[in-house]
């Protein structure tokens, strides 16, 4: 794939270079803009295709929540603030990633991850098509149809407009919510245990507070408002 293109707004001098630093030290992404305030970065959307924006919420008069409201046709937002009280406000605007500040390289890298996880997974998921037929789903990707079993499926795995269905030995894309999966009636056996995953109970292992342990060993996070959904 190609660079990503990507700005970077944020209006505390210290947080915009060190963000700066650290995007220059991924080889897929291209920054073309840097700005200290959101207003400055509006002509920009005009000029150039944006995948990327990395943006702070407080700022003077135009605020990350209402600029992104005005850029929504860039595909990544990655919100970096000291204000988490923002978060759930964020994710109704078609959020990747929220980082709190103190912004650390390790979490930028694993922003970097799930960026690189959702581009690639929208690119094939433009040739995919999914259908519901008996207990299988059939993925076409170009002119190859696959057949994947449903209780073969260990959990879904949401990406914004994308779910990322996996099995023990592969994972599909397919271009439908989580939550629209969810509501077929072949998904009756999976069970939403976080905002991004849901699985199906007959692979759960073991059940912890803020964890599930798969018996492939795999781990994935029961979200708060999610636990009353698992009486195993």
Known sequence: ??????????????????????????????????????????????????????????????????????????????????????AVESFELDTLDFIVKPIKMDRFTQTMSKIEDYMELKLKAQLFEST????????????????????????????KDYTKIVTSNKRHCVLTSIGNLLKEPHFQSFVRIHRSFAVQKQYIDKKMNNELLLNNGMLIPIGRSYKENLSL
Do not use: Q, W
Not at 34 to 49: G, I, M, Q, R, S
């Open 1 to 86: 794939m190609n660079p990503f293109n990507c700005i970077i707004i944020d209006d505390d001098e210290i947080d915009r270079l060190t963000v700066i630093s650290y995007a220059k030290r991924f080889s897929n992404l291209k920054i073309i803009g840097v700005f200290e305030n959101a207003e400055d970065a509006l002509p920009l959307l005009e000029k150039e295709k944006i995948d990327i924006l990395f943006l702070d919420i407080d700022m003077p008069s135009l605020n990350g929540l209402d600029f992104r409201k005005k850029a929504m046709e860039i595909p990544v937002c990655i919100y970096i603030t000291a204000h988490p009280e923002h």
């Open 132 to 159: 519901i037929g008996g207990d299988v789903i059939y993925i076409k990707e170009g002119h190859t149809e696959t057949k994947v079993k449903l209780h073969d499926i260990l959990y879904l795995e949401a990406l």
